[in-house]
């Protein structure tokens, strides 16, 4: 079926998922078509058509879906459920499809993949992705071989995405790179290691965070994220809480700001959240306190909603960044 | 001495009151949520956390200003809030520099050993494996019974003749069943409850209309989050039916096997086809059932923030013009609280 395009939302998994999905589809003869960069009109259309309670990210991805409605034959709208047998999505990811479906008129067909491989091992965990997206492919082709190319190629690009992740690009730095540009020169020139962390829509949307990558590079710090880090290392954290953060990027996060403050190799943590996350507001209250009991680390949680000023944003990085160069250069002159 | 105390949710307390005393514990029980645990709580939760959560944190801070030391309470795996709720507010107290234990018990089928330790390490009276399981069938005895008088209130009160009356026994009816220490103690309660309830006076004439009450289990239950709606609508000639009790739901997180639940996720698989965590699938399985039984209206109760019931509300619109049954929901949060919060109210 070639000619046929599907539209890809660039927000929520976008930033994680996205090489292995468009290589998926290409590899099938289907074209690909993303939403443009975030910007205040489809955050404005997002708003109006989404709930109002709803977080801000939900709202942008339905301003994500406005914007590429009319333009495309599907929409992927997948149900990300558990990738790694063991951590969920957040409940909003688990209802996505409905909300989309039921809460947006004259939408194309949606494609709400399920991708759930909840309380599997390692091997069968392999074969529930395979079936899911074989049975994605059987909508574009017959070609059951041509299928499983598709699949096999897909997690190869999404290895070489992970490998430039891992070398510190950012996602959209990595994404340039698969698509034919030079990798970036090395980025650590500032004088300072800030760790920013956060859920992956939160962070890799320069629009929605006001551009806090951008703002720290200014500043003259070098940024490390979650995403930069190697997924074993993530695995093997261990922390002292009865029970798991069951949600993925929640456990992610609360994960790599333990290995950050354990390590102490940094200057500061970010926290970056957004306004009316559920799951947030319990995780970065963990973090908080673990913070406590690393005193010499600073630690600053940013929040993002829907007015998220430049200027506020600029003063507080700045007035932040300034403090923990400050506390630096004393640290420095007393030992 | 272990000092015990437990979330509260609407009349459950005195079944678990019986049944942790049953154990050889002194009980704290919290108090009900007033405006002072609201503020409590409000000022030790992170900002975002849902409704539940807060008050929740305020039951416990009060409860251990008044000497509790240990906290039950229960967990699951999500993926929703709820399930992390224990651990966070542990944190939270101990951050506050208190010592207590808290008990968070998980579901005992897939953590056989983990429930079995609690229970021991709550059995303060060493009583034998089967007097914890007769205790325990005891509470659950007495808990069915409350909520059976419950249910029974909301075909009653709305026909009423004098308004209020039917709070009134039903409160009387409590006090009773509080105070029934053996199954044949409540079953007589029971009866005697059944029976004062029925007696009240009723108005022949009146118009009664049905609405069917789905949402978030915490503000559901528990008549203070909510602002006694049952109480209010009740009064004003509506007869509710509530989608969720404890003696219904724990059935059904504890085995999974309870007919209603399943015929109500049936209903709901057109819109959410599979759990999205919370009761976000329950809720759209039960506005189509009410729908088909013919119910004149269904509300939808939600903490501010809740994550699935925003994504049943999303769905919900649709529900509503398709099973054409409207649909009110109420999003609840401390402002709303705040305003209409009842600050000193006492059993009569
Ligand atoms: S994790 Fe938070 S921000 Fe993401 S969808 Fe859920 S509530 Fe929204
Ligand atoms: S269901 Fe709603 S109220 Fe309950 S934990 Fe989840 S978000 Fe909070």
Redesign the interface.
Known sequence: MSGTTVGIPRALAYYLYFPRWRTFFTELGVNVVTSKLSNRQMLDDGVKE??A???VPIKLYFGHVLSLKDRVDYIFVP?L?CLNGKT?????F??LP??IK??IDNLPPVLDT?L?NRDKGIISRRIEMTKSFFQLGEKFTRDKVRIVKAIYNSLKVENKYCQLLHKGLLPNQALEVLDGAKVPEKLGKGSLNFAVLGYPYHLYDDFINVGVFNKLHRLGVNTITTENLNSGLLENIKHN???E???TFSDRAYKAALHFFKEGKVDAILYVTA????????V???IE?EA?KYPHIPFMVLMIDEHSGEAGMSTRLEAFTDMVRRRKELGACLC | MLKVTFPRMGHSYIAFKMLLEDLGNEVIVPPRPSKKTLDLGVQYSPEFTCLPFKILMGTYLEAIQMGANTLVTSGGNGPCRAGLYAQVHQRIIEDLGHQINMICFEAPLSHPIDFLKKVKFLNSSKLSYLSVWQAIKKGWHKLKALDNIEKLTHQIRPRERDNGTTSRVYRQAQNWLGQASTIKDIDEAYQEAVKSLNNIPQAQDRLIIKIGMVGEIYVLLEPASNHEIEEVLGSLGVEIERSMFLTGWTKDNLNEKCNEVVTCHNAAKPWIPVAIGGHGQDTVGHVILYSQRGFDGVIQLAPFTCIPEIVSKTVLTQVSKQHNIPILTFFLDEQTGKAVWLPDWKPL
Do not use: I, S, T, V
């Open positions: 989404a709930l309670e709803a977080c149900r459920y969920l999505f957040c409940p909003k688990l209802g409905d909300m039921h809460g399920m759930n809480l009865p029970k953060m069951f949600w306004f009316g996350c559920g799951p947030d507001a319990m970065y209250r963990m306190l406590k």
